[in-house]
């Protein structure tokens, strides 16, 4: 167990439908990243906060938002669905605010399944 | 552009047997290297990383793997391997200042009894 929750673990929504994932950092982490998981794409980054501010964008859709509140826990919010956002998408958490020496640990994913 | 290669998709193995999976980095900057596990239906899980210093790093559940910058490779390895390590792995990098991890596409491992 990494320390890092995510909800909910399995969504089915229909495509046009706006969608809602949420993750809880490890405690003491101050960065959350997510990413997404598919069989095409691989692991792609998609976003990062830090302190409830966006550090890092990658490659993430317009239709894709995310936020960081003041408790640190995170929401990356998907809109106007379509069949190929059906993935796995992951919260990741490390201690500080950039790459390299930082450990980032992963949850255990949001399967989204779009119909 | 910074990438990472795993270029074995599937290994299978026969447990009890040794193992090693390769990765290789793309970038010329001092790489920071890791290795996550990802059981069926699971999250990833940090198996071993090399910021610095020796470049034989020991891991969890006995893997280990090998920094070697002429080669720039980071391979893992473990001496015997049991039925529980199937598994698929990844292999990633990150730079020094950079806010994301690039992984690479994963090597999915089969385990014979």
């Known amino acids: 167990d990494s320390g890092v929750t995510q909800t909910p673990k399995h969504l089915i929504t229909a495509t046009g439908q706006r969608v809602t994932l949420r993750c809880s950092p490890r405690?003491?982490?101050?960065?959350v990243y997510w990413y997404q998981q598919s069989l095409d794409q691989g692991l792609q980054f998609l976003i990062q906060?830090?302190?409830?501010?966006?550090?890092a964008k990658g490659n993430i859709l317009e239709r894709f938002s995310a936020q960081q509140f003041p408790d640190l826990h995170s929401e990356l919010n998907l809109s106007s669905l379509e069949l190929g956002d059906s993935a796995l998408y992951f919260c990741?958490?490390?201690?500080?605010?950039?790459?390299?020496?930082?450990?980032?640990?992963f949850g255990p994913g949001t399967r989204l399944t779009v119909l | 552009a910074q990438s990472v290669t795993q270029p074995d998709i599937h290994i299978t193995v026969s447990e009890g047997a040794s193992l090693e999976l390769r990765c290789n980095y793309s970038?010329?900057?001092?790489?920071?290297l890791f290795w996550y596990v990802q059981s069926p239906g699971q999250g990833l899980q940090l198996l071993l990383k090399?910021?610095?210093?020796?470049?034989l790093v020991q891991g969890i559940k006995g893997f280990e793997a090998e920094f070697k910058r002429s080669q720039s490779s980071f391979n893992l390895r473990k001496p015997s391997v049991h039925w529980s390590d199937a598994a698929e792995y990844f292999c990633?990098?990150?730079?020094?200042?950079?806010?994301?991890?690039?992984f690479g596409t994963g090597t999915r491992l089969k385990v014979l009894a």
């Open positions: 990741a958490s490390s201690v500080k605010s950039s790459g390299g020496q930082d450990t980032q640990y």
């Open positions: 405690s003491g982490d101050l960065s």
């Open positions: 906060y830090y302190n409830g501010e966006e550090r």
């Open positions: 970038y010329g900057a001092t790489p920071y």
């Open positions: 090399y910021f610095s210093g020796d470049t």
């Open positions: 990633a990098v990150a730079y020094s200042g950079t806010y994301k991890y690039i």
